[in-house]
């Protein structure tokens, strides 16, 4: 008698181990999985900003591609190369070596004019959307942008003071790399496989008095 209540004691103890067990286990996979993957998705977040900085410093001291103000004929003359150029600056960064940015999970490189605040203007926002091949040439190798939308014109930017201000903002998508969603869903939420990134850089244009 002894031997059978020790025999279903340690049954129970083993079923109840087991229980614990399954309750514990996404919930410790959540946990390191989440660390992974936040710590891939700051990676990209670091390229993303990088980008974005390298597009807006080009974008501050090209202003409006060069010679007098003004979208006339012989003003401006390079103005039609300035946003090309931003684009160039972004991309080379997020296919530089060493990057893991997905460039086609790059939805949108906008480039705008720039508030006090640094947020975008009303109707002047310019928008490059992915498109593999299809860009302006820059360099010799053809951009993976093209312009979809492009109501600020560089012809009309001012370096003189008060200079306006270029923010450049770089639109990604992260998706997951571990099966972290599924493990959202065993737990009862939802499912995602994917988190939106978003990182902007405003400049002043190179001021001249």
Known sequence: MIWRTRARNSRRQRGQATVE?????????????????F????????????????????????????????????QSP????????????VERVLTS?????????????????????????TGKVNIWTYSAGSGPVVDGSPLDFIASSTPWQACSRSNTLPATSI???VVYTYAFTTPIGGI??????????SIPITDKTVMAMNPTQ
């Open 97 to 121: 070596p060493g990057s893991i940015v997905a460039l086609q999970n790059v939805s949108q490189i906008r480039i705008y004019l720039a508030t006090s605040t640094g947020a975008e203007t």
């Open 21 to 37: 067990l399954a309750l514990v286990l996404p919930v410790y996979m959540l946990l390191l999985l989440g660390m992974l993957e």
């Open 167 to 169: 923010g450049v903002s």
């Open 39 to 74: 710590g891939l998705a700051f990676d990209h977040l670091l390229s993303i900003s990088y980008a974005s900085r390298e597009g807006a410093r080009v974008g501050a001291a090209l202003t409006n591609g060069g010679g007098t103000l003004g979208c006339s004929t012989g």
């Open 78 to 89: 390079n103005a039609a190369t300035v946003d090309p150029q931003i684009v160039a600056a």
């Open 184 to 193: 959202f869903a065993l737990i009862g939420g939802n499912r995602p496989n």
